[in-house]
């Protein structure tokens, strides 16, 4: 497959996802979704050999800025429902991926963005990198499980806190709260991105898949009626008067910016 939208570079037993939409923060759309989900089944299928841990990043500023609010505020209720179930799967392809996932969150990761990165098995993250899930701006709330991992991951009251008020996290406060493994310096972040996760790939893949699968059981707490659940909930909220009325004034004040 021709990628449009991300670059697959395999090198060194490492694979480098890396969304390429620099111009658009790396917003997500139908065809940058699609391309994510082949390259992550091309790296789980992958040998174990040739490919031992999966670095996922953004080109220019941005690691995901979310889903690309030009094509979500004009997609129909049949599309933005297709678009959601896709989701799911790429969320599943990285959680359930052979491989170890790292996220290397460059700049900015919000929403699906950040959502990617919660479904990693680990972050690392540039000084300074925003994040955060901001759906309750547009009268939404996160349909990608992104409130589901993050309370997973720093418990529910800090969760609530932080996805009602939509509020921009640092990777400071992520780090602290043990979201984030280790931040380094933006002028050096690809290079130490390469040494952390070059680390993996010296050891053996199936006690590395073994770990994973144990962690993410302990963790158990995201289960296919909860996320039924969620992705509903956002459903209806997109279809509200108050979503739309969001969706598109975002998009009209983009429309202006030009």
Known sequence: MKYQHILLDIKNKMAWITFNRPEQLNAMNAMMMDEIIHALDVVDKADSKEIGVVVITGAGKAFMAGADIKEYAQQTEAQFDAFQIKGHSLYAGIENNSKVVIAAINGYAFG?????????????????????????LL????GGGGSLRLAKKIGINLTNEIVMTGRTLLAEEMHARGVINYIY???NFIDNATEFAHSFTQQL????????????????????ALQQKEAAALGKFYRSKEGQEKIQSFYNKSLEKK
Do not use: W, Y
């Open 112 to 136: 699906g963005g950040f959502e990617i990165a919660l479904a990693c098995d680990m972050i690392i993250a540039s000084a300074g990198a925003k994040m955060g899930l901001p759906e309750i």
């Open 139 to 142: 009268n939404l709330i996160p």
């Open 185 to 187: 310096p933006r002028e």
């Open 205 to 224: 893949p199936d006690r590395l898949q073994v770990i994973k699968q144990l962690t993410q059981e302990a963790a158990n707490g995201i289960t296919p």
